[in-house]
Every structure is written in C-alpha cells, then in structure tokens.
C-alpha cells in the first residue's frame, strides 16, 4: 500500500490510501461524513483480490486530509473536490460512496458523467435530505440539487442499502434510485447502516459481482461470425471526432449527415475520406455529387449532430449555413469545413468510400472539438 496526495478544490491537499496493480481497473472509495479511509480496509482488500486497483480517499478535514488552503467545509467544496480528484486519476474509475459522500459522487458527476468514471456505487445514502453533515444544516437548494442531478447520472449505478435504514424507507430509497437512468438497487435485510463495516462479505459479495458486470477486468473479445455488437463495441474505443458532410440534390436542396467515420488520406494530392452506409437516404446523392463538404463539428454543436443523425426533420431549416464556393453547404460555427470535389467512390461491405479532393478548407483553432467515444459524446478534459 502506498500513501498519494491529490490537489483538492481551493488548494487543500487529499491523502489517499492506493493498493493493486497500476494496470487494473480502478475503484475510488469515498467515506461518510465523520469517517476515514480506514473503514474501507477489509473492502480494499476484497477488491485487490479480485483484480482491482484500489484508492481510498479522505475527504477534506477527515483522516489524513487537511482543511489548509480556503478552510472550507461546504457541499460545493467537497464536491469540487471530487471533480479535482477524478481529473488527477487518469482514468475513469467506478466510484463507492458511503452515506453522505453519495451525495457528493451524484452532484459532482451529473453534468458529464461518463467522462470521469466508469460507474458509481452508493452504500446505505440517505434519501432524505436533513442533518448538518457539512458542518450546518442542509439548505433547499443543495437538497433540489441533488434531486436534480440524479436523471443526468447517465453511468451504470448500484444503489445498495440495509433494509432497517433509519434514515429513510425503502419507499423514499427506490423513489430515487428510478430518477437513475442506469440503476441497480439492493437491500440487504436484517441491516440498518454501516452495511460495508457490519455486512462486509455480503456487501463485497454485491460489490464484486456489480463490477464484474459492468467493468469486467479483462477484455472483451470478438472473433469472425460473433456477435456484432461486440465488434461495434470494440470499434468504439478509438475515439474520434464528429462531421457533418452535405451535398446539394440535383434539384438544389441540401442534403447531409452525421458521420464519425472520416480521415485524411494524402497531403499531395489532399484528400480525404469519410465512410457512408449504403443504407442512408442521402447515400446515392453524395455517390453522385460532384461537390461535398465535411463539416467537423465543436463542442457547441452537439444538437447539430443530433439533428442530421436523426429522421423526419427539415434539418437545415434548423441550421445556420451557406453555401461554399462550389455550392455544397457549409454549416456555420463549425470547428473546421473542407470542401471537396469527388475523387473516387468505392464499395466498402455495408459502407462506400467516398474520397474527396480539398479544394478550400476553413478553421477556428479557438473552439474545442465535439467527440464521440465508446457510444458517447465527449469533451476534451484538461487536468
């Protein structure tokens, strides 16, 4: 075992406990209010042995953690901290949070969940929304906070608790874990609280098998003649950015679509290619077009990607754009368009090819990509 600080929210230092091999999946241990790393020891020890890598982290002002730097104790603080800390792992761990911290794990990864872990496991959390866990009562508004994040939490979830709770019933308890897009709820009979230090082979038992299902230790695999899906969901892993390409119809309207499938071929002559199903509406357009564009989309243009991905919309009424120089559209706002004459058109199984050459390209190296990895949107993270 190994001690490892991280930089917290307004400059506190967080002491970490770290055991496991480095190459196996991460878990992040998160403790109640009032707590310290040490009540995780015997889960720790669970984990490494069934192939995880472990961090048991102190949460300001508790164990090894000091309340140095702004001094404060607040839910907003500790919630930053937790963002601070996922930014610092290096890759996206499931995160275990005991009572009062799963308050903390739903707010800090309600806006961009899936960018900074890989699933989330709240132990014997309180539904009810009362006490003085941050050193004062709890406010409306941090409670409707909560309540709020909870539909965004677009991660798988294990939603563990004793049926005995004093803090709240399972009524409450099952009312919040159907606000979860992904989530699994578990009661353990015959158990109030603590359930991790008083359950802890019947909580690890739960624990294990969740993380088996959901974050598997070793990979996946796809051999010719499997599953589809499985190969799709391998293809996933390399992350890529997002285009739009758009043609205009011999009639003059425009036409286009959402395409992740799009690189650079040569610099001498420039080409490019971006890959089409024969399946889409607009395929033969673009086989036959003379001119087309590829717009790569920025951070702000999510919806865009939505809409020319999607059926039964007029989608450049929706959309601001021009016409390029050799009248293929262009969208406004987007991080980068080339504008290209067909070069070649080849078959490529359930897709073609369609290579163009760059006749203009325009950027703005101001914004930030839109990108697409493992069936999500992303953004880029800077630490």
Known sequence: MTITTFNGFGGVTLQADVVGDGNDPAILLIHGIGQSRVVWRDVSDALVRAGRRVIALDLRGHGGSGAQGDGRFDFDAHVGDLRAVLAQVGTRPVVVAAMQAGWIATRALAEDAASLAAALVLVDMPT????????????????????????KLALPTLFVRGALSPHDSSG????????????????????????????????????????????????????????????????????????????????????????????????????????????????????????????VLQIGQQPVSNRFAGKGEDRFAASDWSAGENGAPVLAGSLSAFECRRHAVHEGGDHFILVGEVKRAQFDARRDPLLYFRGKYRRLHFA
């Open 172 to 295: 409450d308890a099952e009312q919040f874990a159907r606000a979860l897009p992904d989530c699994e709820m578990v009661e353990v009979s015959e158990v109030d609280q603590l359930l991790a230090a008083d359950q802890t082979d019947d909580f690890n038992a739960l624990l294990v098998d969740f993380l088996e299902r959901k974050q598997p230790r070793g990979p996946s695999e796809f051999r010719a003649g499997s599953d589809a899906r499985t190969l799709r969901d391998a293809l996933g892993c390399f992350a890529t950015g997002i285009t739009v390409v758009t043609a205009m119809s011999p009639d003059g309207t425009p036409i286009g679509l959402t395409a992740n499938s799009f690189t650079s071929v040569s610099l001498d002559p420039p080409l490019l290619l971006v890959c089409i199903a024969n399946t889409a509406s607009s395929g033969p357009i673009l086989q036959q077009a003379e001119h087309f564009a590829v717009n």
């Open 128 to 151: 009810r929304f009362e006490g003085e866990p941050f050193g004062g009562p709890l406010s409306a508004g941090m409670a409707s906070q909560i309540e709020a994040a909870a539909p």
